[in-house]
């Protein structure tokens, strides 16, 4: 699992958990910001929106716990921040699939965001189906008397494929990672249907594009 510097010292107090859940709220805030203002400025400079929806969340203390059991490890607050990578989370839906790209390339030529790996599921799909692109990313929280660098996990997808994700999140959480085989193969139709669907509406999109560009050249001439 990705690592990143964390001055640990920092959580050796009686609020060490409160000190925590701060942090990973602020490194929300400041990702979110970003991604609004980049959000903005593609609107005003190509007068076309790339994101729909911006979510963002932290991780419930139960879940955290639950992934380190998982994994092995400890409950201990060193544990979360050193082996836990989504403890604060964005998901960011768009309406095209050459969205994704273009949105992951802005995040990630920001100066102050460090990109600690990348998950590309929309080339190599989840057994599941599940598709999406996925960032760890550290962005550097300002306190008072001192700089942590605090880990943010983007999930950027379309407006189908969160649709789909949600519905194999509900699955997932009924019948605990053993749905019956008829309903997993279901899914996986649906993921591929999904799929389907992107690609038409991309391909609709582009013909609009051409038609537009077309008819401004033809009102120029």
Known sequence: MAKNTFPLQILENADGWETLIFLYSAALK????????????????????????????????????????KHGYESTLENMVQYVNDIAGIRITCSFTSDIYRIADMIAKQSDI???????????PKPSGYQSYHMLVSVPIFLSDTVV??????????????????????????????????????????ARIVTNLDERMLQLNNAILALEAEQSSEKEE
Request: hydrophobic letters at 35%; a positive charge; glycine letters at 2%.
């Open 30 to 69: 400041e990702i979110g910001t970003k991604i609004e203002i980049l959000n903005e400025e593609f609107l005003h400079i190509h007068r076309y929106n790339p994101i729909e929806h911006i979510k963002s969340r932290i991780k419930t203390p139960e879940s955290i716990v639950k992934k380190l059991k």
């Open 114 to 124: 460090k990109v600690l790996s990348l998950k590309d599921y929309m080339k190599n």
């Open 149 to 190: 660098d605090t880990k943010v996990e983007i999930q950027i997808r379309t407006v189908a494929q969160d649709f789909w994700a949600s519905l194999e999140h509900k699955i997932a959480y009924k019948f605990e990672g053993m749905a019956p085989a008829y309903i997993s193969h279901e899914l996986r139709e649906c």
